[in-house]
């Protein structure tokens, strides 16, 4: 079946300091790959998309994410991370006209 | 802006009373999905609509319907809620078709409470 994995429910970093969230999918095909990002009583916004080419793709917000298909991984980046990236992310894998959402990593930004 | 936009952002209503959460979308995206979100989990798909074909997730509870009149709109109908349906309803669209991306635009959710 396909999925994906989220392994960090919640992290905490300084502000200022680089973030990496991690995600993990399963199933062999090349995957479409999301990263969404969600604020409290929002709605998720997306950060960046994988679907072929190059494996570094850069996003808003100053993310980026790496997709290593030897890892079957597609984490998401942030060299200096602000207290307004506080939220919680979400890592997706689609197919076709259906998403997989992993459940989630929580970002708490410490001052 | 194209956007997705949903109404009402809260709903109260009350147990066993039926509620209805619209969607509108101004993308000409052709895939409308439904998802329920509760707190601190990811959005679970309800069910979808491919143009005007209705696509319901096995799992989903027969209490939950929904229609789509034109390509625009979408609703969520919740014929008797339940105290477990209190949650987040996230309308999503999609273009979907040979050579377009597959990313989903959200709408910012309306948050359903029942008393």
Same mark, same amino acid.
């Given at each position: 079946?396909?999925?994906? &994995?989220?392994?960090?429910?919640?992290?905490?970093? $300084?502000? /200022?300091?680089?973030?990496? *969230?991690?995600?993990? %999918?399963?199933? @062999?095909? &090349?995957?479409?790959?999301?990263?969404?990002?969600? $604020?409290p /009583?929002?709605?998720l916004? *997306?950060?960046?998309? %994988?679907?072929? @080419?190059? &494996?570094?793709?850069?996003?808003?917000?100053?993310?980026?994410?790496?997709?290593?298909?030897?890892?079957?991984?597609?984490?998401?980046?942030k060299?200096?991370?602000?207290?307004?990236?506080?939220?919680?992310?979400?890592?997706?894998?689609g197919?076709?006209?259906?998403?997989?959402?992993?459940?989630?990593?929580?970002?708490?930004?410490?001052? | 802006?194209?956007?997705?936009?949903?109404?009402?952002?809260?709903q109260?209503?009350q147990?066993?009373?039926?509620?209805?959460?619209?969607?509108?979308?101004?993308?000409n995206?052709?895939?409308?999905?439904?998802?329920?979100?509760?707190?601190?989990?990811?959005?679970?798909?309800?069910?979808?609509?491919?143009?005007?074909?209705?696509n319901?997730?096995?799992?989903?509870?027969?209490?939950?319907?929904?229609?789509?009149?034109?390509?625009?709109?979408?609703?969520?109908?919740?014929?008797?809620?339940?105290?477990?349906?209190?949650?987040?309803?996230?309308?999503?669209?999609?273009?979907v078709?040979?050579?377009?991306?597959?990313?989903?635009?959200?709408?910012?959710?309306?948050?359903?409470?029942?008393?």
């Amino acid at each position: 079946a396909q999925s994906v &994995t989220q392994p960090d429910i919640h992290i905490t970093v $300084s502000e /200022g300091a680089s973030l990496e *969230l991690r995600c993990n %999918y399963s199933y @062999g095909a &090349t995957p479409y790959l999301f990263w969404y990002v969600q $604020s409290p /009583g929002q709605g998720l916004q *997306l950060l960046l998309k %994988y679907f072929s @080419g190059d &494996t570094l793709v850069q996003g808003i917000k100053g993310f980026e994410a790496e997709f290593k298909r030897s890892q079957s991984s597609f984490n998401l980046r942030k060299p200096s991370v602000h207290w307004s990236d506080a939220a919680e992310y979400f890592c997706a894998r689609g197919n076709f006209n259906k998403f997989y959402f992993g459940s989630g990593t929580k970002l708490n930004v410490k001052p | 802006d194209a956007m997705v936009i949903q109404n009402p952002r809260y709903q109260v209503t009350q147990f066993g009373k039926p509620v209805t959460l619209s969607c509108s979308q101004t993308l000409n995206h052709n895939v409308m999905y439904w998802y329920q979100q509760k707190s601190s989990q990811a959005p679970k798909l309800l069910f979808h609509y491919y143009d005007k074909d209705f696509n319901n997730e096995a799992d989903t509870p027969d209490n939950f319907q929904s229609r789509r009149p034109n390509t625009s709109f979408c609703f969520l109908d919740i014929r008797s809620p339940g105290l477990g349906d209190a949650a987040m309803y996230l309308c999503a669209t999609s273009r979907v078709g040979t050579g377009v991306s597959y990313e989903q635009y959200f709408g910012p959710g309306t948050r359903l409470t029942v008393t």
